[in-house]
């Protein structure tokens, strides 16, 4: 399902509310979350197979127990709220994740979609070409490198077909950081066919950028 129609969905189904110009969890829906997550832990609830392995391998920051227990409560607690089928209940259930847990944005140049680390992966299944940009807080080559793909972009040197997404460290799991290689910050990553292909550390270097982003997107 498209993300405005899942929002949508969500909204009608009384789970989130605007509430100036934010996407917020309803009380409604907290109350039900929490009476589902007491009749998980009294095991009165028996979860759907499919809705289990719909939400299984879902990447995240935390306790990989801990992660999926609160997933699957969401899940329950909006499959109890929707007709929704069950992938679109999963993916509900990943989108309210996001609205209670959003990424970091004050360091991502303009155009770059932020996200968590746990986000990377699905990030890439989606976008197979792509750069992905790790940025730190007091980080003064994080702020060079963020200028200079604000003007890369606006002078038109990354091509459309390159998805652009921005990791803040605070967001990144060590164990993300360990799978991407990521050890300081800035790294600028550049995928093609969803793998990382090369990478620049710890530099603003805008003429390599602008070579890597030709290599990727040539394929």
Do not use: K
């Not at 392995?53 to 995240?60: F, H, I, T």
């Not at 306790?63 to 699957?72: G, P, Q």
């Not at 003007?151 to 921005?166: F, S």
């Not at 605070?170 to 790294?187: K, L, M, S, W």
């Amino acid at each position: 399902m498209e993300p405005e129609r899942l929002l949508g969905a969500l909204r009608r189904s009384g789970i989130v509310e605007d509430d100036g110009g934010s996407i917020e969890l309803t009380e409604p829906f907290h109350e039900r979350r929490s009476a589902v997550r007491t009749e998980l832990a009294a095991g009165n609830d028996p979860i759907d197979e499919q809705l289990v392995a719909a939400c299984a391998g879902v990447e995240s920051d935390t306790d990989a127990e801990t992660a999926e227990r609160h997933l699957l409560a969401t899940a329950s607690a909006i499959g109890r709220m929707t007709d929704l089928s069950t992938d679109a209940t999963a993916a509900a259930a990943i989108a309210v994740r996001r609205v209670e847990r959003p990424p970091a944005t004050d360091g991502a140049p303009e155009g770059f979609t932020a996200l968590r680390g746990e986000e990377v992966g699905a990030f890439l299944a989606s976008n197979p070409t792509a750069v992905l940009y790790f940025w730190g807080y007091d980080c003064d080559p994080c702020d060079s490198v963020r200028t200079t793909f604000e003007t890369l972009r606006a002078n038109g040197a990354i091509p459309d077909d390159v998805a652009l997404a921005a990791v803040c460290s605070e967001d990144c799991h060590a164990a993300v950081g360990d799978r991407y290689q990521v050890a300081v910050v800035p790294t600028v990553i550049f995928c093609a066919d969803g793998r990382p292909d090369s990478r620049i550390v710890g530099i603003d270097n805008r003429a390599a950028f602008r070579s890597e982003l030709e290599i990727i997107a040539d394929g």
